[in-house]
């Protein structure tokens, strides 16, 4: 019985949740403990001379956050806002939040250690985006990438 404990909390610790947000037809996976927050869309006050995904800056709550667009970041075409967009404003230890914009917040999934496949550099196919993946989340209904948000954020790749 003992033994059973044991492995049942094993099986817990193996396990990830992630919030699941689409990025046109694609779906991707952000770890929850990185997402502070996620608010509508709102206002975004511009910043001359930022990087061609940044998008500027709102203002939470007294907090100025910086605001990336995922679809720029990726070289998909642009943001096309609806009512479904969000901003998921994500803090990791060691900076200031950031926030991040997505076509909409689908929902928030559990994997286990088995369901997520590590990234090839054959799944990327010479793409550079394979740097933002931790891995392949297998799901019922389809496969979602796994990003790795610090990559993503702390990222400063030269405009081109």
């Given at each position: ?115 997520i496949d590590k990234p090839t ?40």
């Open positions: 019985m003992n033994n059973g404990n044991v492995q049942n909390m094993d099986t817990v610790a193996n396990e990830k949740q992630y919030i699941v947000v689409r990025l046109g037809s694609e779906q991707y996976g952000i770890d929850i403990q990185y997402v502070d927050n996620i608010v509508r869309n709102q206002r975004i006050t511009r910043v001359p001379k930022a990087q061609h995904y940044f998008k500027g800056v709102i203002n939470l709550r007294g907090e100025v956050i910086p605001v990336m667009s995922l679809r720029l970041k990726f070289d998909l075409e642009p943001d096309e806002y609806t009512n479904a967009t969000r901003i998921i404003i994500i803090k990791l230890e060691q900076h200031s939040a950031i926030g991040i914009i997505v076509d909409e917040v689908k929902e928030v999934v559990t994997l286990s250690e088995d369901a550099s054959a799944d990327s196919a010479g793409d550079s985006r394979i740097q933002y993946l931790s891995g392949i989340g297998k799901q019922a209904d389809g496969l979602i990438s796994l990003l790795n948000i610090a990559n993503v954020v702390n990222d400063k790749e030269a405009v081109s």
